[in-house]
């Protein structure tokens, strides 16, 4: 009797539905195997920076002043690539674990898939992200200033289960984990960040990785440099020491202000940025109720609280943290803002739960220079003016 009432409701609904001025012009739609985005969302796109001199030489942004919540869709994902992208058959595929083990091993993707897998959602951020910054060139948009950070839902295994299985031997220090593209990038992994969350991933967002994400197996160090995930990983090499030649490049370094160096600076700093209202955006319909909106993220572990500020950075209030606060993830900030229709500089400032806030600009030359490019993680701006354009200040 229920049943029927309900159904009854629906058919009435259904058929009001269809008289309605608001029924859509067109009811059919064709039914793609592989879905297809609304036409009025198709601009969105990544934007491909002018580092291209040489083929396959080059990176992709994320228009993270697009996105809602914290995943980036796969298709969105930036991409940096040293020699292009392989074309790899994963029938084919396998990954090497040898050196100072008991047993050097060699998985195909079908042996990986039968191992305990884990699903873990963790940013990428290129070390080199918001250098411009630091350099002193305001990004205009979010994208300018920070697109080389992306956020996936990664499924793969453990590193440390691969580890274990071949016996890894008590004195290994480290593991050069190599890619099969054409430069074979290789990277030098700590032993305690293999055994701590490394996972070797073969999922993304709910499938397969993407060619430009790796596929069909990667790297992910949650957390560490961008550069450090390998892609397309077929060999990891436990050993000793960590590589040393021209090939086994073992890491990027930071040139401080005294002429050293800072080596194996892995971990992503506490960062933050507001996404909406952001560079080249408008509020339109005047003063009134705005959110504001954001993304905060951290190598060290959780981000604890994020403040955002109206005046520009002289008083400061408690933004809310979208539930759930992952480790080594983007979160969501939102606070309410109601605006009074003048000009106002906004910012976010996030702290992790270490204790560490993020620091201005004038901080991190202050305390790092500007020699290096990588690792900038300073405090981001954006003007509202009174028509609602919001620019980079
Ligand atoms: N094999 C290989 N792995 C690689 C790279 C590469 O060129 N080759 N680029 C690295 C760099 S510098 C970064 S920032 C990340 C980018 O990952 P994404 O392209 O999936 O965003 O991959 C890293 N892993
Ligand atoms: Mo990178």
């Not at 967002?205 to 790297?219: D, F, K, T, V």
């Not at 190598?299 to 943290?321: F, H, M, P, Q, Y």
Request: charged share 20%.
């Amino acid at each position: 009797m229920a049943d029927r009432r309900s159904f009854l409701g629906l058919a009435a609904v259904l058929t009001a539905c269809t008289k309605s001025s608001k029924a859509p012009s067109v009811v059919e739609q064709s039914m793609a195997p592989y879905g297809e985005r609304a036409a009025a969302e198709a601009s969105i796109l990544r934007t491909a920076t002018e580092r291209t001199a040489s083929v396959g030489v080059g990176s992709s942004t994320t228009p993270l002043q697009e996105l809602h919540g914290v995943i980036t869709p796969s298709a969105l994902h930036f991409e940096r690539h040293h020699a292009g992208i392989p074309k790899i058959d994963p029938a084919k595929h396998t990954l090497l674990v040898h050196g100072l083990v008991a047993q050097p091993m060699e998985f195909s993707l079908d042996d990986l898939k039968r191992l305990p897998a884990v699903t873990r959602t963790h940013f990428i951020e290129c070390s080199g992200n918001g250098g411009g910054e630091l350099r002193g060139v305001a990004g205009a948009t979010v994208e300018k200033s920070h697109g080389l950070l992306s956020c996936s839902e990664w499924t793969g295994v453990p590193l440390k289960v691969l580890l274990e299985q071949a016996g890894v031997k008590p004195e290994a220090k480290w593991v050069i984990a190599e890619g099969a593209d054409a430069c074979r990038m290789a990277r030098s992994i700590p032993m305690a960040k293999c055994m701590e969350d490394a996972l070797v991933v073969y999922g993304q967002n709910g499938e397969a990785l993407r060619p430009g994400q790796g596929y069909p197996l990667r790297l992910l160090l949650p957390g560490f440099e961008g550069n450090s995930s390998v892609k397309w990983l077929d060999r990891l090499h436990v050993t000793q020491e960590p590589a040393q030649s021209n090939q086994e490049t073992a890491h990027y370094t930071d040139l401080l202000p005294n002429g050293k160096a800072r080596q194996f600076s892995f971990v992503m700093d506490t960062n933050s940025v507001i996404t909406r209202p952001s560079g080249g955006q408008k509020i339109t319909g005047g003063a009134g109720f705005v959110e504001i909106s954001g993304i905060a993220w951290t190598g060290n572990g959780k981000i604890k609280r994020v403040e955002v500020s109206i005046d520009g950075g002289k008083t400061w209030v408690d933004a809310a943290l979208e539930e759930p606060v992952l480790s080594r993830s983007l979160v969501r900030f939102r606070a309410p803002w109601v605006w009074d229709g003048k000009d106002a500089v906004i910012q976010s400032r996030a702290t992790d739960e270490t204790g560490y806030l993020q620091p201005t600009r004038d901080e991190i030359v202050e305390a790092r220079g500007t020699n290096s490019q990588y690792h900038y993680h300073g405090v981001k701006q954006w003007a509202v003016k009174a028509d609602g354009s919001v620019t980079n200040v």
